[in-house]
């Protein structure tokens, strides 16, 4: 009888043992209400998810943090000879720049995506960069402007942050001379926004395909110039994927960080610029159509540009009716007079 103990005892230790050491396997066995063996790999938590990724609407550049909650708005920008450099150009998702009085060119600039700590000098409005704000739904930051321009805002009382109006929002530079000294920042300029209520969805849908710009069958732009009068010239050199921007010969720098100012994107629209009935203001037709060129990524593409009202997208299409996008990134959209001379290298 021990002999026989003695035998059973021998064959359960292995078994014994054989078990206890099945507990520490990562992979382990049981049997399922159906009587099917189910294998059960470990746990999943440490398996990486592909995160989630949206888009700036004015850029089209990827990103992990949704940008819903950027508030968006424009600000009119000097560009004379005693205001540059500027500062926040760098910054902007877009820059619009058109003629002023006296052949003196000036930009609106749009900002979404960065957040610049100095913007200008800011100078005042005309009523056709009030017709781009427009187009963008965007509050815009400026002191005084134009009678015309006035009226527009008061008439129709628009998103207008008008310095004489919330002086506390702007600071003037004393290193400057005045009326070349007045600077904002988007802190500021956000907070003016959202004490007014002048938070707006975006309603401008831009178009970006980089595979567009990849095409070798369209033609080359290394440069373009703009010959725009005899006071002011610009012209952009594609170096290092994007176009740097030259004013007069000279690289356009930002005073706020001392970057050149480049672009991924060049628009050029050409519309009838012609004097007012004051013989000193202009007027730059918005609507309607003409021709232009977009270029991008070294290449260059004809365009014919259409907007219907003043409430409505400016498209930009190529001779086919075929919508042509931009690249990814930033742009600079030049509203020229349809006599001003491009030549593209």
């Known amino acids: 009888m021990k002999k026989l103990s003695i035998v059973l005892l021998s064959l359960l230790i292995p078994a014994l043992l054989c078990s206890c050491g099945l507990s520490k396997d990562k992979k382990t066995t049981s049997l399922d209400a159906g009587n099917h063996v189910k294998t059960e790999e470990g746990s999943k938590e440490n398996e990486k998810k592909e995160p989630v990724m949206y888009s700036f609407a004015y850029t089209g550049e990827k990103t992990e943090k949704d940008p819903s909650n950027n508030i968006s708005f424009m600000a009119i920008i000097e560009n004379s000879k ?25 930009f609106i600039a749009l900002f979404n995506k960065n957040s610049p700590k100095e913007i200008g000098p800011i100078r005042s409005v005309r009523p056709y960069f009030i017709d781009i704000a427009k187009e963008y739904n965007t509050a815009f930051a400026h002191c005084g402007g134009s009678d015309d321009a006035i009226k527009i805002i008061n008439s129709e009382n628009l998103m207008s942050m008008n310095e004489m109006s919330y002086g506390k929002y702007y600071w003037r530079d004393k290193s400057r001379k005045a009326p070349h000294n007045l600077y904002t920042s988007s802190e500021k300029l956000r907070s003016l926004i959202s004490s007014k209520g002048y938070v707006k969805n975006q309603n401008v849908k831009l178009n970006f395909d980089q595979n567009y710009w990849e095409n070798s069958e369209l033609k080359s732009a290394s440069s373009v110039a703009l010959k725009l009068n005899k006071f002011y010239n610009t012209s952009y050199k594609f170096e290092n994927g994007a176009y740097t921007k030259y004013i007069n010969g000279e690289v356009l720098k930002d005073k706020s960080n001392g970057s050149e100012v480049t672009f991924k994107n060049v628009v050029i629209t050409k519309t009838p610029i012609t004097l007012t009935k004051d013989n000193v203001h202009i007027n730059v037709p918005l609507t309607g159509e003409g021709e232009g060129l977009l270029l991008s990524n070294g290449k260059y593409q004809k365009i014919k540009w259409s907007k219907k009202d003043k409430n409505s997208q400016t498209q930009l299409k190529d001779s086919e009716g075929k919508e042509v996008p931009f690249s990814p990134g930033n742009t600079c959209w030049n509203i020229i007079d349809r006599n001003n001379v491009v030549e593209i290298k």
Do not use: C, H
Not at 84 to 105: C, K, N
């Open 82 to 106: 005693d205001a540059r450099p500027q500062s926040g150009l760098s910054e902007a998702d877009i820059v619009f720049e058109t003629m002023a009085e006296g052949g003196i060119p000036r």
